[in-house]
DNA sequence: CTTTTATACATAAGAATATTATGTATATTT
DNA sequence: AAATATACATAATATTCTTATGTATAAAAG
């Protein structure tokens, strides 16, 4: 996942806001759009993705549709009201958290 | 460390940025510093602080020097020169990260 | 004047997150 | 026919941080 240390703790905010922009994905196609989105500079792994997707589905935030495209799986999630919350919540975290990166590595600006 | 998990990989960053600019500061000092810039929004624990203050000097990044002020024991930790690249270093990587991560949080903004 | 809070270091146990490696299976491209 | 792409999954390990605990001195509060 790149070769900073600083998208550790960010995978599940990306996942929640990739769905919440596109219905419906299924884990490689998450893979594929965020290559794609960011030109190869950050790649979501499997064995992080995977566990990932499993815990949100879990607490409640994705459900799960299973379809078999070419003859082979497919797992479609989809947010769900409480997932679509909890996307605005890490949305937000994210702008408080680059808000006071910014204070402490600039302290010299004032940050609005 | 704040109720984000986004700080997670952050710690070097922010303790790298702030002996950069006070030429030395000793480990609680840099709890007080963060606490008062960021207006309690983020604490950084002892637990968390001086493992990592040590990881940095044995990589050579910083190097020690122990005073006694009012009977009590400070560690003062200055960068080193590698010190200094290094945290060069580790503010692209940020502005990477944040740039990479508003490309995929708002697509449709071209971000430059 | 005694207890609490602040200063100043440190480490160990455990949780959380991700990497790397491995496995299965089908479809497509070389 | 072999390699790559698609599509899922998990286990072992690494990394980073939290929480808890420990030592010790100084200052503030009751």
Same mark, same amino acid.
Request: zero cysteines; hydrophobic letters at 30%.
């Given at each position: 996942m790149a070769n900073s240390k600083l998208y550790k703790g960010s995978l599940v905010t990306i996942i929640l806001k990739l769905l919440n922009e596109s219905d419906k994905m299924?884990?490689?196609?998450?893979?594929?759009?965020?290559?794609?989105?960011?030109?190869?500079?950050?790649?979501?792994? /499997?064995?992080?993705?995977?566990?990932? *997707?499993?815990? *949100?589905?879990? /607490?409640?935030?994705? /459900?799960?549709?299973?379809?078999?495209?070419?003859?082979?799986l497919r797992k479609y999630y989809k947010l769900t009201e409480?997932?679509?919350?909890?996307?605005?919540?890490? *949305?937000?975290?994210?702008?408080?958290?680059i808000k006071t990166m910014q204070v402490l590595v600039n302290p010299k600006l004032i940050v609005e």
């Open positions: 299924y884990g490689y196609e998450i893979t594929q759009k965020v290559k794609a989105l960011t030109k190869g500079e950050l790649k979501i792994t /499997e064995g992080a993705l995977y566990p990932a *997707l499993h815990k *949100l589905e879990a /607490e409640g935030l994705l /459900e799960v549709e299973v379809k078999k495209v070419d003859n082979r409480k997932g679509n919350k909890e996307t605005v919540s890490k *949305l937000q975290e994210l702008q408080e958290y």
